[in-house]
């Protein structure tokens, strides 16, 4: 690198968890500022970097010359007037789920991108992990063979103290319940390795806390090659778990279980036969791993800036992302299959909130 990226980070919630990859890439990134509307909360994380300085304002922190990347950490509904903000001020940004709440929403901020020329990576920290990346391993090697069929459980727990946090539970604050805000990344792991869906069904249900939004739900989606795959979600576990199974022709894969890190070591590979437990042996011998989660992503970002390339996530994957979350919304409220793609005259292209559960 020629030279530590200059990164303010704004909001300090999640923020935090961002800090501590940011600090494991310290030859990468330089962090200047900490911002947040609760300086004290700011000054805890400040404390943690020599030289880093506070806020509790945005257009502050977009008006310094000294920070070259933007980290948006604040609740959902702030994050499309934060983005267009940054990225007008000629920052490059880092946004946390869900980016927006509707493909019209995505299709402006890639349109403004385009214009000033910076550019936005969304954060799907799961799709840096070393389980995954060992089955990438595998599917590029054509190990696995069709996918036949895939389950997802996002099976957490969140109960009455989660949600005093008070942009928590609500439509207008947090724009969704568990489809956006706790299973978005396990899904969106589902349409990066099997790719999009073609047809979705779900059900949605408030059965846990007593909140706006749902936190539970159920889907089935048909993915585009003709592979099935079933969601199940809920916060209300007594056990925490995110757990993603494929069943591939030749290959039966199982993620690691911990809720937030399913992507991390240790996933199962379970050959059909000698052949391709063959394989699986040669493939995986010498894998080395690789930094995992939002230090992989921030890993990763740092060097795709360096290149000029595109950034490890990408705008379209957060389209596809947020095009399953509004299917899934639709599908549920309408009772209704829903085909994708979506197209601009869907009548939940401008945004999904006018279909959560009432």
Not at 91 to 116: G, Q
Not at 259 to 271: L, Q
Request: charged share 25%; hydrophobic share 45%; aromatic share 6%.
């Amino acid at each position: 690198m020629s030279a530590r990226r200059r990164i303010a980070i704004v909001g300090c919630g999640i923020g935090a968890q961002h800090l501590d990859a940011l600090l494991l890439a310290q030859d990468l990134w330089e962090v200047r500022v900490l911002c947040d509307r609760d300086l004290g909360r700011a000054k805890a994380q400040a404390a943690r970097v020599p030289g880093a300085e506070v806020s509790t304002s945005l257009e502050e922190v977009l008006a310094r010359e000294d920070v070259d990347v933007v980290d948006i950490c604040l609740p959902p509904a702030l994050h499309v007037p934060a983005v267009r903000a940054a990225l007008q001020a000629g920052k490059h940004v880092v946004c946390e789920k869900p980016l927006a709440s509707s493909l019209a929403e995505i299709d402006a901020i890639a349109a403004l991108a385009r214009t000033t020329g910076r550019v936005v990576c969304p954060v799907y920290q799961y799709r840096f992990g070393n389980g995954l990346r060992k089955l990438w391993r595998l599917i590029e090697a054509g190990v696995p063979g069709r996918a036949l069929v895939a389950t997802v459980e996002t099976h957490w727990d969140r109960g009455p103290a989660y949600y005093r946090v008070p942009w928590r539970g609500r439509k207008e604050s947090e724009l969704g319940g568990v489809l956006v805000s706790h299973a978005i990344h396990a899904h969106d792991l589902v349409t990066e390795i099997l790719g999009p869906a073609r047809r979705v069904h779900a059900f949605t249900a408030t059965r846990v806390n007593c909140i706006e939004t749902e936190d539970c739900a159920a889907a089935c989606l048909e993915m585009a090659d003709g592979a099935l795959v079933t969601l199940s979600v809920t916060l209300g576990s007594a056990e925490e778990i995110t757990r993603l199974r494929f069943c591939f022709a030749h290959l039966t894969v199982e993620s690691a279980l911990s809720p937030y890190r399913p992507s991390g070591e240790p996933w199962r590979f379970v050959p059909r036969d000698a052949e391709t437990a063959a394989e699986v042996k040669t493939l995986l011998e010498d894998f080395r791993p690789g930094p995992e989660g939002f230090h992989g992503l921030f890993t990763e970002l740092a060097l795709s800036l360096e290149e000029g390339e595109e950034p490890p996530v990408t705008l379209a994957d957060a389209r596809r992302s947020i095009e399953l979350a509004t299917a899934l919304y639709y599908a549920a409220a309408t009772h209704e299959m829903v085909e994708l793609p979506l197209r601009t005259s869907h009548p939940a292209y401008s945004g999904w909130l006018r279909w959560l559960p009432a």
